[in-house]
């Protein structure tokens, strides 16, 4: 149940839970926006507060399973089962969790009637639930951590330009618009909506020396924000690559071919690959198809079908390397037989790595020779026959 709940779950029943818990989460805010709405027809009111109730009492019972798994977290390793269920409970998902049962919970207890305008609040704080499929926030959350010097050095200049643009426009213009640049605070309103690049227009100074100062602050509200925008990005950036470093690590050690190539080896190769998840099913690569890339299977199992039969790959084996090194169009199809997990080399990355760590391309080469004659022994009954 830890594993189907987990928003990273790349299983069928975790991509399942999700698209329900999306939908649900959808029908439930379209029936508390829809209830706002005077003069609904008076079978459609009813219609709409079941789905509240069964949106609500789904939102409980998932927030109960949550609570009784949160000792499977890794996070939590070492504490007890009561331990691990309060520090759960106060983290920020038990919280939004807790948050979305509040409707069921204030209608159970009688301390809101079902009828009540304060339910429909209630039940926008679901909304709050979208975080649960949004990991990246946790990411969001470090790049601002990480670079919060930077991040309260442009804080600190908009604040810095925000003050002496209301200052230096309240006394250019409190004389002749006294109602809204009368006082620092009044031009403060005109100086943020300005810096923000809002432009609203609802406020405007009419005297030169007024218009020279704005025409400055909406200069230099584009400067700090584009500064902002950059050290986010650029944060969000390293920090993405870090995580991708890692989960690329933890595919890679699976498969026996690069765990031979030691530690050193094995950092210049991570960099290289890319990983992917594939449901049950799929064709990763066609037949006669240009071979750009080839896979290494880290989890999962696929099925390579050939002319003359089919060959099943399971975790630990690889494909596509024939396209490479004969720089040949695909000589099979090859078909996801469960979800997989594969992690990706493409040629321009295989050749270089040809060229610094020929040990890997040799034993891709060994693989290679031995598939081709076993391709070829098993041609040779078909030939004769």
Known sequence: MYAVLRPSDPGHAGRQWRAFHLIALAAGLLAVALLSVEGLPPGLDQFLTVIVEVVAIVFFAEYIIRLWTAPEAARFAGLSDGMARLRWALSGNGLIGLLAVVPIAAVSSGTVHPDSDWLPIFCVLWILKLSIHAPALNTLARVIVNERASLASVVIIFITVLVTAATFTHLLERHEQPQVFGSIPD???????????????????????GKMVGSVVMVSGILV????TGILA?????????????????????????????????????????????????????????????????????????????????????????????????????????????????????YEIAANIPSLVEAVEHEARRRRAENQGRAMPTEAS
């Open 225 to 228: 924000l584009a500064l902002m």
């Open 234 to 350: 650029t944060g969000f950036a390293e920090e993405e690559r870090r995580r991708e470093y890692l989960r690329v690590w933890d595919q890679v050690t699976r498969v026996p071919l690069f765990t031979q190539l030691g530690t050193v080896t094995l950092s210049e190769i991570v960099s290289k690959l890319r990983v992917r998840h594939y449901p049950a099913r799929i064709v990763v690569v066609r037949r006669d198809e240009p071979g750009d890339s080839m896979f290494f299977i880290s989890e999962g199992q696929v099925e390579v079908r050939l002319p003359r039969g089919s060959v099943t790959l399971e975790q630990g084996g690889f494909f596509g390397e024939m396209a490479l090194l004969d720089r040949l169009p695909r000589s099979a199809t090859v078909v996801t037989s469960q979800p997989t997990t594969l992690l990706v080399l493409y040629a321009s990355d295989f």
């Open 187 to 209: 031009a403060l309103w005109w100086a943020v909506v300005t810096l923000t690049t809002t432009g609203y227009g609802d406020v405007v100074p009419h005297t030169v020396a």
